[in-house]
């Protein structure tokens, strides 16, 4: 199978990138931007929640993005009409990237100098903004816009009042199940830990009857005593697979937008699984930003390093850090909509070239970190 799909043959040559949109990131407007201007950048995946509406809005992005082909070519951008897979994450248990922040903001002291508001990377946290309701009107709102809030948890501690608290769920695979039948979503990605084995294996039975369809299946999974144990046990739970296996190595996670140390985590992580020799890829994920390409090539991780150990890291996830970096332009896409007089008004990213391509220009400078490797 490797040989037949573009981006397997990235993992293969080592320079895969992945996009992650984020497992409970549903603002529909963003995961249909992002999906669009990482496409064009040349991204090989794209990581979305288990959600049809979710799902839906990335297919839009790379739809348009195969028919914007010949202008980022001729940009020089690196989408050459091979689109990425797409990639939807599950869980097996209680999961950071499962959850979503909560508070009742009338139980917020006046003089409260809301700094969840100021911390959240999502900008998911609001007082007295305009919100659309699902009746189309505009109302008052204050507290979580749960569509964009992806779980990172940085608004907990910094409550003076310890008023913020997350809820957990469980992603659905009888949703998915069908997407991935029909051939619209590529891969899937299993978000377990050490001591969770009962759980992952339910969890594998049911994904079992239509496994044969994925291109790829992804397990994440952070560090932990007996880690190393554990991934041989779901090693033999889940081969032999028809398509490509992804250890991804979760060092910090949701965390690479807070500075270039967070990296060190995952880097070390992968380090660790590829010492163990699993069969499959290492992908790392976790605390990825700017500083992680040069990180592996300081190790002689990376495939193309002048020398440099076999195996070898084979591509790298970004999540907060690759989200973050658009955010801008985002905003701007935001504002302009905001800004129209009809509230059934939208404003593409396509439709707006002077954002567009500034967007995939910010894309690509993350994107090229690894695409590079594989010329020298």
Known sequence: MTDLFPPLQSLKQGHWFKLIC??????????RSLTLAYTLAGADCIDVAADPAVVAAAQSGLQVARHLLE?????????QG????????????????????????SQCPSDCSRPCETICPAQAIVFNQREDTSAALSVNFSGVEAQKCYGCGRCIPVCPYG????????????????????QVVDAIEIH??????AK???????????ADQLKVVAISCPDGEGMIDYLQRITELITPLRGALIWQTDGRPMSGDIGDGTTLATVKLGQ??????LPGYVQLAGGTNSYTIVKLKAMGLLKSAEYHPQPHVSGIAYGSYARVLLSPILDQLEKKEESQTSVKAKVRLEAEPELLWPAVKLAHSLVSQIKSQQER
């Open 22 to 31: 984020g497992a409970s990131f549903q603002h529909l407007p963003s995961v």
């Open 163 to 182: 008023k913020i608290y997350t809820k957990s769920y469980m992603s659905s695979v009888d949703a998915i199940a069908p997407l991935v039948m029909s």
């Open 200 to 210: 992952f294996e339910q969890l594998w039975q049911a994904i079992s009857p239509w």
């Open 272 to 277: 660790k699984v590829l010492t163990a020799k």
């Open 71 to 79: 202008d980022a070519k001729t940009r020089g951008y690196g989408y």
């Open 82 to 105: 091979n689109l990425p897979f797409l990639m939807v994450s599950l869980n097996d248990g209680e999961d950071p990237h499962f959850r979503k922040a909560e508070f009742n903001s």
């Open 192 to 197: 377990t830990k050490v001591g969770h084995l």
